[in-house]
């Protein structure tokens, strides 16, 4: 069982936040946010099943909606807007370090997993481990174009997810670009998946939370 599952807003700061929290059914002390990617909200599939595995491994995990999508219920960020959805996970992170005694950790899928890489290059020290679920590393069909020239100011564990399948890396570019990045890293690979990690059939949920455990050295 992963605990129950409510409601949460939480507009006491510059940006709101709002989401889904998870609480883990016994005790825990770690915390996870998680959001989604450009085409989404925090009711993506591979979110809540990623969230319902931790929350069984005393992890308390929040479901966020990116300020782009708080604004509108469709349709991708403007361009002008990533700064503003980094101001909205640095809150959502200061808000979960502030319920629970233990690590904090970040994650996303897609554009939500990139703007998570840019805020913990922009401060070191935020948060305590990444999960990237489908990092974009580059456009589809662009590989001479990857976004990854942070990668060597990121001085957090991260673990990337994704899909051998995923049009926006291969996992030998990926491999190649986590070289790049100033700690720890790990891939799980998911085998014959795109970059929707299987449409939120995840069965491989629970595993990569032993993997990010391990990583991080629990």
Request: proline share 8%; aromatic share 4%.
């Amino acid at each position: 069982m992963s605990g129950a599952v409510e409601r949460f807003v939480d507009d006491t700061g510059d940006v709101p936040v709002r989401g889904a929290l998870h609480r883990p059914t016994s005790p825990g002390i770690d915390v996870l946010v998680l959001t989604h990617g450009a085409g989404g909200d925090h009711e993506a599939p591979v979110l809540r099943a990623v969230a319902e595995a931790f929350a069984t491994r005393r992890t308390t995990v929040l479901r966020c909606d990116l300020p782009f999508r708080q604004a509108r219920s469709k349709g991708p960020p403007a361009p002008g807007g990533a700064a503003r959805d980094r101001a909205g996970l640095r809150r959502a992170v200061e808000l979960m370090r502030a319920r629970c005694p233990g690590r904090v950790l970040l994650g996303g899928a897609s554009y939500g997993g990139r703007q998570a890489t840019l805020l913990v290059a922009e401060q070191p020290g935020l948060v305590d481990g990444l999960l990237l679920l489908a990092y974009p590393l580059h456009a589809p069909g662009r590989p001479e174009a990857p976004r990854a020239e942070h990668f060597p100011k990121i001085r957090t564990p991260s673990l990337f997810v994704h899909g051998t399948r995923d049009p926006f890396a291969t996992t030998d570019e990926l491999d190649a670009a986590r070289a790049t990045l100033g700690a720890p890293s790990g891939l799980f690979r998911v085998e014959d998946a795109g970059h929707d990690l299987g449409r939120g059939r995840v069965a491989f949920a629970e595993a990569l939370v032993d993997r990010l455990l391990a990583l991080l050295g629990s």
